[in-house]
Antibody, heavy 119, light 110 residues
């Protein structure tokens, strides 16, 4: 069974930087993955996606230029490096697995890690 | 990258049916049959409910069904049960490998 475990969240000052991690296990092959966030009491917002090989990444306009998604294939770990953080980035950040490619649904989710940006 | 539009709330009595709409554009819902629905209980991670408009993952009851017409997708929950009370989010694939979500609908079982 797929398991996704996020870490790295916490309190950070506006303008600061943060790196989130997602440890992946229980897969027999690599899949395209994504980060999805949810501001307190709000809806889901897709943040970024990365291909199974790590060669292709895509970002929401709201974070483009401020964050970089990557994956360490040897450690089965995903990363989301974030800079120039603002209060609007305060959210629970979920790591999610595409069932196949970027057009497929998210069939596994982590429990999320909370990022709070203080202004 | 505009979010899909969902009603903020919906409700029904046990045993009744409820339909939640999700409106997009000709660049997302209207262009692809890659519409998914997710169920989220308070404090929990979202759970995949439907994908490719009408398909149910293993373990999802057939009380949950989906449809699509032009730029609007719909989720119908039949035979409402108390445990169906949750937030429901639609999602669609869009051009350039973008994923869009709806704002979410809070379903209350009266």
């Amino acid at each position: 069974e797929a398991q996704l475990l996020e870490s790295g969240g916490g309190l950070v000052e506006a303008g600061g930087s943060l790196t989130l991690s997602c440890a992946v296990s229980g897969f027999t092959r690599r899949y395209a993955m994504a980060w999805v966030r949810q501001a307190p009491g709000k809806g889901l917002e897709w943040v970024s996606s990365i291909s199974s090989s790590g060669d292709s990444t895509h970002y929401a306009d709201s974070v483009k230029g401020r964050c970089t998604m990557s994956r360490d294939k040897s450690r089965d770990t995903l990363y989301l490096q974030f800079n120039s953080l603002t209060a609007d980035d305060t959210a629970i950040y979920y790591c999610a697995k595409f069932s196949r490619w970027f057009s497929s649904p998210f069939d596994s989710w982590g429990q999320g890690t909370l990022v709070t940006v203080s202004s | 990258q505009s979010a899909l539009t969902q009603p903020p709330s919906a409700s029904g009595s046990p045993g009744q049916s409820v339909t939640i709409s999700c409106t997009g554009t000709s660049s997302d819902i209207g262009a692809y049959n890659f519409v998914s629905w997710y169920q989220q209980h308070p404090g929990k991670a979202p759970k995949l409910l439907l994908y490719e408009v009408t398909e149910r993952p293993s373990g999802v009851p057939d009380r949950f069904s989906g449809s699509k017409s032009v730029n609007t997708a719909s989720l119908t929950v039949s035979g409402l049960q108390a445990e169906d009370e949750a937030d429901y989010f639609c999602s669609s694939y869009a051009d350039s490998n973008i994923v869009l979500f709806g704002g979410g609908t809070k379903l209350t079982v009266l």
